[in-house]
């Protein structure tokens, strides 16, 4: 099976900093990718260069044998390529019901809204303002609008960040469930997480890949546990 | 069940609009017809500002609307009041479609003040037009409507109730496509192009479209405001009276697309008592009006009816 989205030769300076040196990757179908490093380490940086938010300086993205880097993220969105934000990026003055409308109406994705309602257990927050939300509903929301279009690649930027410690896996599983179709690659720092719901982790760290394996082999990496996991390596599920 | 009684309640309206330019004096059917034409322009601008856009340079359609509408007679020798409004708002139309591809690449007070700067442009040119009557314009009579020959005295009787049924019309359709996809999608676009972006719509086509529609009620607005005043004059596409509009929408909030037409009646009303009571003071009431509507009605007017049916 060929590779639904590959990068080949990113780099991207940020004036003295470098986000992507020389990240070449390639994602299968229906797997489920954690992206782990420090903060500045390049997660969010792939992301962004993912969905055209910012142009390489040099290297190439394909998803399904096409082109991306030059694209505007609404093209990008069109191929199948949805993401939601570690803030959450909603419309504060729309419902949280008029928010998945808004999704589902740029989609052409008929009865999708009430579709993300059931599945995400939004109902009864529907009719309020979605800047009235509790955070942990704000970030479901955020994924749910992505979900809205049926895409077939999910970028999640920290889906778990800013909620509280005991809500987290609750958060994990109703993605995860309404994600089972898609090829998921999501940014996170919290190594449980990481462990319990990716197939394979991708560690960053100064711009370059430092490990690239299924969870317990990258966990356990000496680079990983020294520039990502740190202190946190003692406590590390063995 | 609601749909009905909005329908009703408009069909109402529309019909006491009617029967009001038969039988009400002259002096209030200019000045509801003068409104009207405000109001249309603010329900323009109510679009705009329903997808976080302040203009304040719809002077350059409404300026451009009346003086295409009076070119026609002028120079065209058509003297026909419907033609002359279709004439008016066609030229808001395409001009907004060929500005619009620049203004809707700008947000915040950048578009605010190209939008000034465009209107301030044609301000100009007119005033150094000897052609177009310069700084004082020319004036203009429609002497038929829709091929109807306009008996003398009727003229602004009928103008009203034309008004009264175009910007129905295009309350209608406007309230139709604010409740519809386009109209959650505008108001997304104010609160988050980005992720409107993300969610794969064109924000700038949007924002386009919008633009052009205004323009286009704009122009409308222009063409009735020209023939209910009889004459034009560069003075209706400065800054002032793009402020004006700014004004009435605040005035009235953008709550509603009867609340233009609501501040534009209101606004009026207080200009002419204003000007009748306090001539020297007439602009100081009107900030006073302004302030108090800004500190004890911040959504606008529209917002007292909606606390009374709360209320009730």
């Given at each position: 099976m060929s590779p639904i989205l590959v990068a080949e030769g990113l780099h991207k300076r940020f004036g003295a900093v470098t986000a992507a040196a020389d990240i070449n990757l390639a994602f299968d179908d229906r797997t489920v990718v954690s992206l782990i490093g420090a903060n500045g380490a390049g997660k969010t940086t792939f992301l962004n260069m993912v969905t055209g938010y910012v142009r390489p300086d040099r290297g190439q993205i394909k998803f399904d044998g096409r082109p991306?880097?030059?694209?505007a993220p609404r093209a990008i969105t069109r191929f199948g390529i949805s993401r939601s934000f570690q803030v959450p990026q909603l419309f504060p003055s729309l419902s949280l019901r008029e928010n998945l409308l808004v999704a589902e109406g740029i989609a052409g994705a008929a009865k999708e809204a009430d579709a993300m309602l059931d599945r995400f257990g939004l109902g009864p927050y529907?009719?309020?303002?979605?800047?009235?939300?509790?955070e942990g509903i704000r970030k479901l929301l955020d994924v749910a609008m992505a979900l809205v279009g049926r895409p077939k690649l999910l970028l999640l930027d920290e889906p778990t960040s800013g909620v509280a410690a005991d809500e987290k896996f609750g958060i994990m599983d109703l993605v995860m469930g309404a994600a089972s179709q898609v090829v998921v690659l999501f940014v996170e720092h919290d190594m449980d997480i990481v462990a319990r719901y990716a197939t394979r982790v991708i560690a960053f760290y100064d711009g370059r890949v430092i490990a690239d394996a299924p969870p317990d082999e990258a966990l356990r990496a000496a680079e990983v546990r020294r520039y990502v996991i740190g202190d946190e390596v003692r406590h590390a599920p063995a | 069940m609601r749909r009905a009684l909005l329908l009703a309640a408009a069909g109402v309206i529309a019909l006491a609009g009617v029967a009001t330019a038969w039988a009400a004096p002259q002096w209030l059917v200019f000045l509801l017809t003068l409104a009207l034409a405000k109001g249309v322009v603010v329900l323009g601008l109510l679009l705009l500002m329903r997808t976080g856009l302040v203009s304040f340079g719809q002077g350059l359609y409404f300026g451009l609307g009346a003086y295409a509408a009076a070119l026609l007679g002028h120079w065209g020798g058509v003297a026909d009041a419907a033609l002359m409004l279709l004439a008016g708002t066609a030229a808001a139309v395409l001009t907004a479609a060929l500005l619009g591809l620049l203004l809707a690449q700008y947000r915040a007070i950048f578009f605010a003040m190209l939008s000034l700067a465009l209107s301030m442009i044609l301000y100009g040119a007119l005033v150094k037009s000897s052609a177009l009557g310069s700084t004082d314009g020319f004036n203009l009579h429609a002497k038929s409507f829709a091929g109807v020959a306009l008996a003398a005295g009727t003229e602004r009787r009928v103008l009203l109730a034309a008004a009264v049924l175009a910007v129905a019309v295009a309350a209608w359709l406007l309230h139709r496509l604010l409740a519809s996809h386009w109209g959650r999608l505008s108001a997304a676009i104010r609160d988050n192009e980005l992720r409107v972006d993300y969610l794969g719509a064109s924000v700038y086509g949007v924002v386009y479209v919008n633009y052009v529609i205004a323009g286009g009620l704009a122009g409308l607005g222009g063409g009735l405001a020209a023939l209910a005043v009889g004459h034009v004059d560069p003075d209706i596409t400065y800054w002032t009276t793009s402020g004006e509009f700014v004004f009435i929408a605040v005035l009235g909030g953008?709550?509603?697309?009867?609340a233009p037409f609501l501040s534009a009646a209101v606004f009026e009303g207080l200009r002419t008592l204003a000007s009748q009571f306090a001539p020297n003071v007439w602009q100081m009431s009107l900030g006073l009006a302004m302030l108090a509507i800004i500190m004890f009605l911040p959504a606008g007017l529209w917002s007292l009816g909606k606390r009374q049916g709360k209320a009730a």
């Open positions: 991306l880097v030059g694209l529907a009719d309020r303002p979605a800047g009235l939300l509790p | 953008t709550g509603n697309v009867i």
